[in-house]
Structures are given as structure tokens and as C-alpha cells.
């Protein structure tokens, strides 16, 4: 508390003032001083507005730009870290390695099927082959006879045994197309579980953008029918002997026509046209992984083309 006198007709006396009200007072008579001080300085100079308001809009330039300059910064860093140089995966890991034999034996299968449905292959050999006038049987008994050898080597079809319509055959003649069959049914159970091996390792490689097993692929899919089809021109009949030495494990594969007359509509040249056509497959196999590599790695060699210039 404070104490101040006020006059009452020439009598003085002394009251109580509380400390805030002389607070108060006392900022009131401070702001009407300075609110005269700044009145004399504008009317004494008259440019004083104006460099108040230039200050003002100099601090404000100041202050946006800095925070330009820092949003700039702040997008160019985050633009900076989004389009950063990204660099290719190495393609020679063991796990490229192995997906890429795994991708190799399934679009082999997938030939190998492909070709075992292609019915048109042997029904070209028919007239091809002059089969009607060699063995004396029409086009349509042949086909007939095919289509039940074919029949029984497909998994989907169910065929327990076999018997053809027009044709007898030997106990050896029996078991040999038993044997075909256990490898025709283990190539299209292969074809179903390295189909869903292959698709599920590619789309795991795919998600960390790592392509170099397609480019394996696309590789052993063209070396490897390159060589087997250098090897099945240059001696097709050396080439078909050890391809049964190695599947086969007896003579079995070596009809005679008296007790196995049904070897008189599969010519020699009927299996090299199939095996032809499984390397060409093959081949194509080859040749859209490698597209899909080239496609797919397409924005790392721009990069490398970019780095290549700035040097």
C-alpha cells in the first residue's frame, strides 16, 4: 500500500492507494509522454513514417526469405533423397542362381507339355511322311491311334491302360510306354510345383527391384537349346540313341515291327520335329524373360548414360 494526499479546501489528509492503481497510473503517464514524444518526431520529420514502414518491409523480407530459402532447401533435400541414383542389383548371387535354374527346368516342362498337346506337329508328319501310303492305313485310323498314345501320357485325361484300336502289342512294347508315361506325369507334376516355386521367388525378387535372375534365365534358355540343337542337326540319330541310354535304363525303346506294329506310324522324324519344336519354345521362353529383363532395367541404363555425359 501506498500513501497520497489530496486536498480538500486547503486541508490535507492521507488515504490508502493501492499499489496497482499507482501501477497503472504510472504506465498511462508513460504511454501519453510517448505517444506525445512520436507525435513531435512525425511533425519535426516528415519522412519518419516511411522509414518505420520500410524497416518493416525489409524485416519481412528478411524473414520470408529466410523461410524461402528454407522451404527450398527443405524440397530440393527431399527431392534430392527421393530421386536419388539407384543402383542395379548384382546378378551373380546364389539366389538369382538358383531361381533362374528353377525358371529354366519350368519353361523347359512347359515346352516339353506344350509340344505333348500340340497335336498339329504329328498330324502335318501324316501327309509330311506319306504315312498313309507306308503303312496302308487311312488319316483317320492313324490319327486315332495317336490320340490314344497321347491320351495316355496326359495326367488330366486318366487313362489307366493302354490299348490301342488297330494295333497288338509286345509285353516290351508295354512296358516301355509305361515308362514314357512315368516321365511325361513327373514332367507336368514338376511343370505345377517349379511354376508356383518360380512365381513366388520372382515376385519376392521383383519387390526389391532385383532383376538379374531373368537375365540368367533369358541366358541358359538360349545357350542351352543353342547347343542341344547343334548337336540333334549335326547327328540326329546319335543324339536320339543317347537320349534314350540316359532316360532309359533297358532296350525296351528298340520296337520290332512284327510285334509292335504301332512303330510303323511314329517315324524317326516325327520325334526330331518334336524336338524342335520344344527347343524353339524354349527359345521363345528365352527371349520374353530376357525382354521383360530389358524393360525392366531400362531406367538404369538411362542412369548410367546420364553419368556416362557428365563426365
Given at each position: 500500500?501506498?500513501?497520497?494526499?489530496?486536498?480538500?479546501?486547503?486541508?490535507?489528509?492521507?488515504?490508502?492507494?493501492?499499489?496497482?492503481?499507482?501501477?497503472?497510473?504510472?504506465?498511462?503517464?508513460?504511454?501519453?509522454?510517448?505517444?506525445?514524444?512520436?507525435?513531435?518526431?512525425?511533425?519535426?520529420?516528415?519522412?519518419?513514417?516511411?522509414?518505420?514502414?520500410?524497416?518493416?518491409?525489409?524485416?519481412?523480407?528478411?524473414?520470408?526469405?529466410?523461410?524461402?530459402?528454407?522451404?527450398?532447401?527443405?524440397?530440393?533435400?527431399?527431392?534430392?533423397?527421393?530421386?536419388?541414383?539407384?543402383?542395379?542389383?548384382?546378378?551373380?548371387?546364389?539366389?538369382?542362381?538358383?531361381?533362374?535354374?528353377?525358371?529354366?527346368?519350368?519353361?523347359?516342362?512347359?515346352?516339353?507339355?506344350?509340344?505333348?498337346?500340340?497335336?498339329?506337329?504329328?498330324?502335318?508328319?501324316?501327309?509330311?511322311?506319306?504315312?498313309?501310303?507306308?503303312?496302308?492305313?487311312?488319316?483317320?485310323?492313324?490319327?486315332?491311334?495317336?490320340?490314344?498314345?497321347?491320351?495316355?501320357?496326359?495326367?488330366?485325361?486318366?487313362?489307366?491302360?493302354?490299348?490301342?484300336?488297330d494295333f497288338p502289342m509286345s509285353e516290351?512294347?508295354?512296358?516301355?510306354?509305361r515308362e514314357v508315361k512315368r516321365i511325361?506325369?513327373?514332367?507336368?507334376?514338376?511343370?505345377?510345383?517349379?511354376?508356383?516355386?518360380?512365381?513366388?521367388?520372382?515376385?519376392?525378387?521383383?519387390?526389391?527391384?532385383?532383376?538379374?535372375?531373368?537375365?540368367?534365365?533369358?541366358?541358359?534358355?538360349?545357350?542351352?537349346?543353342?547347343?542341344?540343337?547343334?548337336?540333334?542337326?549335326?547327328?540326329?540319330?546319335?543324339?536320339?540313341?543317347?537320349?534314350?541310354?540316359?532316360?532309359?535304363?533297358?532296350?525296351?525303346?528298340?520296337?520290332?515291327?512284327?510285334?509292335?506294329?504301332?512303330?510303323?506310324?511314329?517315324?524317326?522324324?516325327?520325334?526330331?520335329?518334336?524336338?524342335?519344336?520344344?527347343?524353339?519354345?524354349?527359345?521363345?521362353?528365352?527371349?520374353?524373360?530376357?525382354?521383360?529383363?530389358?524393360?525392366?532395367?531400362?531406367?538404369?541404363?538411362?542412369?548410367?548414360?546420364?553419368?556416362?555425359?557428365?563426365?
Amino acid at each position: 500500500m501506498a500513501r497520497r494526499r489530496m486536498s480538500d479546501q486547503d486541508n490535507y489528509r492521507e488515504i490508502d492507494v493501492p499499489d496497482t492503481d499507482r501501477r497503472a497510473s504510472s504506465r498511462a503517464r508513460g504511454a501519453s509522454a510517448g505517444n506525445r514524444s512520436s507525435s513531435g518526431r512525425r511533425g519535426q520529420d516528415p519522412g519518419w513514417q516511411d522509414d518505420r514502414r520500410m524497416q518493416g518491409n525489409g524485416g519481412r523480407g528478411r524473414a520470408s526469405g529466410r523461410k524461402g530459402t528454407s522451404g527450398r532447401g527443405g524440397r530440393g533435400g527431399a527431392a534430392g533423397r527421393g530421386f536419388a541414383p539407384q543402383r542395379q542389383k548384382p546378378v551373380l548371387t546364389p539366389s538369382n542362381l538358383l531361381l533362374a535354374l528353377i525358371g529354366f527346368l519350368f519353361l523347359a516342362c512347359v515346352s516339353v507339355v506344350l509340344v505333348l498337346n500340340l497335336r498339329t506337329i504329328y498330324y502335318f508328319d501324316i501327309r509330311y511322311q506319306q504315312l498313309e501310303s507306308k503303312t496302308g492305313l487311312s488319316e483317320e485310323v492313324i490319327r486315332e491311334n495317336y490320340d490314344t498314345l497321347i491320351d495316355y501320357n496326359l495326367v488330366t485325361k486318366g487313362v489307366k491302360k493302354l490299348e490301342f484300336p488297330d494295333f497288338p502289342m509286345s509285353e516290351h512294347g508295354e512296358t516301355h510306354f509305361r515308362e514314357v508315361k512315368r516321365i511325361f506325369f513327373a514332367i507336368q507334376y514338376f511343370l505345377i510345383i517349379l511354376g508356383v516355386a518360380f512365381l513366388f521367388g520372382l515376385s519376392k525378387k521383383l519387390r526389391h527391384r532385383d532383376y538379374g535372375s531373368l537375365k540368367l534365365i533369358s541366358i541358359l534358355t538360349f545357350v542351352v537349346p543353342l547347343v542341344l540343337g547343334v548337336l540333334a542337326v549335326v547327328s540326329w540319330d546319335s543324339f536320339f540313341i543317347k537320349f534314350h541310354e540316359i532316360f532309359f535304363s533297358n532296350d525296351y525303346w528298340i520296337f520290332d515291327p512284327v510285334t509292335d506294329p504301332v512303330i510303323r506310324i511314329l517315324p524317326d522324324a516325327f520325334f526330331f520335329h518334336c524336338a524342335v519344336a520344344i527347343l524353339l519354345f524354349l527359345l521363345l521362353g528365352g527371349v520374353l524373360t530376357g525382354a521383360i529383363y530389358r524393360f525392366a532395367t531400362r531406367k538404369f541404363r538411362r542412369q548410367r548414360q546420364l553419368e556416362q555425359l557428365m563426365r
